[in-house]
């Protein structure tokens, strides 16, 4: 999966090229709007897209002077289209373009991401029915609860993924906006027919009002929408680590031939991946929070948010991509050790049947109270002293006037939470 990684495109969505290809795309679109508008002779713009070009190098070279990205992107421009380069850029300021082509990238991106949650929620999905009726042992607060199966672990996963992946596409949707509206957003110097034409031609939708920029609310939810889904997989992932302690051994990141754990103790299986992917939740819910301080510029608008948008979209979106692959091929390669789920299940003597007493005793006429307080002692000296409750049960004799010793029996059945698995599974998996 690593490997497939490398051969995304989620990177070139970010490269400067890719930049001023979509900001040249939209200066041609507009030019034919105005076309359309009878703004501009038809010929000089044939001649603007036959001739328009830019140079990366040479953009670069002329911001050294002007200090400003679209100006010198525009002046490059003009250096190859020549007299009819009057009229690229009519009417419309500099976030018009950045804007908007920021909205294209930011949409690309998340397709790529939404592809990705598909692709590791079919690898879930067949986990789960794998290990569907898989026993484990569930645990609370970190101590032994009741039985559950590892399938129910993976299908909760499947579920919150499906909940990551609806509310990116409506992230996607709500950053899906372009603007050609001018200075302060007023359209004084352009005609709304060029936004709307623009915004149509590249696959967005016109903003229903801007002030020369998009508002960063929008942006501050598609980021909002990367950390919870980064939230999850480090959810997901510190799960697999804390499964992988030696005392519990249940389930274990792959490791590969070759693959070294510790330099200094060669008997180690780090769950070094899911760790990595834990540590970059971090580094995007940090991220979010910067987007969220980008909702408020002064009046109209400033660039405040500008130099922290060239780190944080490009460092997010590439590194949810990477978690998400990464992730997948974690779960592709787990190695789950059903012998220890069954050896952990029995470490407390039989003493997780607590409940199925508890309401055995309820439903044969004991007050919740009375029941509890005949249930607990014998759950905690089997506990402590490393007995079998079922033994200890046996020896109360409170509890045998309510139960025999058939009905008792019957209470230590690891099938009684299995009943409802099927259920849960036709849930989640619609």
């Known amino acids: 999966m690593i490997e497939r990684y490398s051969r995304k495109v989620m990177r070139d969505i970010w490269t400067l090229d890719n930049k001023f290809a979509k900001w040249l795309a939209i200066e041609i679109a507009a030019c034919e709007a105005h076309v359309e508008l009878g703004n501009v002779p038809a010929e000089a713009v044939e001649v603007i897209k036959q001739k328009a070009k830019f140079s990366v190098e040479r953009i670069n070279e002329i911001e050294r002077t002007t200090n400003h990205d679209v100006i010198a992107f525009l002046t490059n421009v003009a250096e190859y289209v020549g007299p009819e380069s009057r009229y690229i850029h009519l009417g419309l300021t500099s976030s018009d373009v950045v804007d908007t082509a920021f909205s294209i990238q930011i949409k690309e991106s998340a397709e790529i991401i939404i592809n990705d949650i598909e692709s590791l929620l079919e690898v879930i999905k067949a986990k789960a029915m794998k290990y569907k009726k898989s026993l484990m042992m569930g645990r609370t607060h970190g101590v032994h609860a009741e039985p559950m199966t590892l399938g129910l672990k993976f299908a909760l996963w499947y579920d919150e993924l499906i909940r990551d992946k609806a509310r990116l596409e409506i992230a996607k949707k709500d950053i899906s906006i372009g603007i050609i509206s001018g200075a302060v957003g007023t359209y004084a110097n352009i005609d709304t027919f060029v936004e709307e034409y623009v915004c149509k031609k590249l696959g967005l939708v016109p903003d229903n009002i801007s002030t020369q920029i998009i508002q960063r609310d929008r942006h501050a939810n598609f980021m909002a929408a990367l950390a919870v889904l980064a939230g999850s997989l480090e959810k997901f992932t510190t799960e697999i680590r804390a499964l992988q302690k030696t005392e519990f051994n249940e389930l274990e990141e792959g490791f590969k031939k070759g693959q070294k ?77 059903e012998d220890n789920m069954l050896k952990n299940l029995d470490l407390l003597g039989g003493a997780v049947f607590s409940q199925q007493l508890l309401l055995a005793l309820i439903d044969k006429g004991a007050t919740r109270e009375d029941a509890y307080a005949l249930v607990q002692p014998c759950a905690m000296e089997a506990r402590d002293k490393g007995l079998k409750f079922r033994e200890v049960i046996g020896r109360c004799e409170q509890i045998g006037n309510y139960l025999s010793k058939i009905e008792i029996e019957s209470l230590f059945d690891y099938d009684y939470h299995l009943k409802n698995v099927d259920k849960i599974f036709k849930r989640v998996f619609k």
């Not at 971090?282 to 109209?300: F, Q």
């Not at 948008?309 to 050790?337: A, C, G, W």
Request: net charge negative; glycine share 4%.
């Open 261 to 337: 754990g510790s330099s200094a103790m060669p008997h180690k299986r780090n769950p070094i991946t899911c760790e990595r992917i834990s540590g970059l939740a971090r580094v995007i819910r940090g991220n979010m929070l910067v987007s969220m301080e980008n909702i408020c510029l002064w009046h109209e608008r400033d660039i405040s948010h500008s130099s922290t948008e060239r780190i944080i979209f490009p460092d997010s979106t590439t590194l949810i991509d990477y978690m998400l692959v990464t992730f997948q091929d974690v779960v592709e390669n787990l190695v789950v050790h």
